[in-house]
Every structure is written in C-alpha cells, then in structure tokens.
Nanobody, 112 residues
Framework: QVQLVESGGGLVQAGTSLRLSCAAS????????MAWFRQAPGKEREFVAR????????YYADSVKGRFTISRDNAKNMAYLQMNSLKPEDTAIYYC?????WGQGTQVTVSS
C-alpha cells in the first residue's frame, strides 16, 4: 500500500546535525504509525524513534532522547528525523518504516 524512500544521510563531524527524510507513496500515509530504526555494522537493528499517525505522540530510544526529533507532514506524505549533536556511535544505516513496509535506508556516518 505504500513505498518509502529515505534520503539526507551523509558524512558529518561529531556535534553537527543532519535531517533525514522519508518520502512515502500512496494515499493512506496518515493511516500509518511511522518509525525510524538504525543498524550499525556488526550490530542488530535498533529502534530510534516513532510517531503516531497524526503526530500527536512520539517516543524515542534513550540513546537519542533529547538529541533527535521525529516529525511528519501528512499533507506531503513525508516523515523526518532531525538529528542534532551527532555522536560517532550514531553511525548506522537509518531506515524508516510503517512497521510492515521498509525503505532502502540512508547511511549516516559521524566522525570524531
């Protein structure tokens, strides 16, 4: 019912910011809870953040709380992850998901 495409990743210095975007196809974007996950080399995929269908509620992993902000714009079929105060341990491939459908991922690399 939906396709997701992430963008916005890159190579950045610690302490800087990136904004990831997730573009969704389809008519029913506002029917889906959206979440961001990440997977670092040699590690399991981990939850980062989620947002309810209307954006009324958000939840964050402790590792990113206070630094990352998940948001969505249902009129544009977009979800976002604003990442501030980036740390080397944030280095991973970041994926957006409805919980059933996943994007292709975008690489975030944070250097010291």
């Amino acid at each position: 019912q939906v396709q997701l495409v992430e963008s916005g990743g890159g190579l950045v210095q610690a302490g800087t910011s990136l904004r990831l975007s997730c573009a969704a196809s389809g008519r029913t974007f506002n029917s889906y809870l959206m979440a961001w996950f990440r997977q670092a080399p040699g590690k399991e995929r981990e939850f980062v953040a989620r947002i309810t269908e209307t954006g009324a509620r958000t939840y964050y992993a402790d590792s990113v709380k206070g630094r990352f902000t998940i948001s969505r714009d249902n009129a544009k079929n977009m979800a976002y992850l604003q990442m501030n105060s980036l740390k080397p341990e944030d280095t991973a491939i970041y994926y957006c998901t409805t919980g059933r459908v996943w994007g292709q991922g975008t690489q975030v690399t944070v250097s010291s």
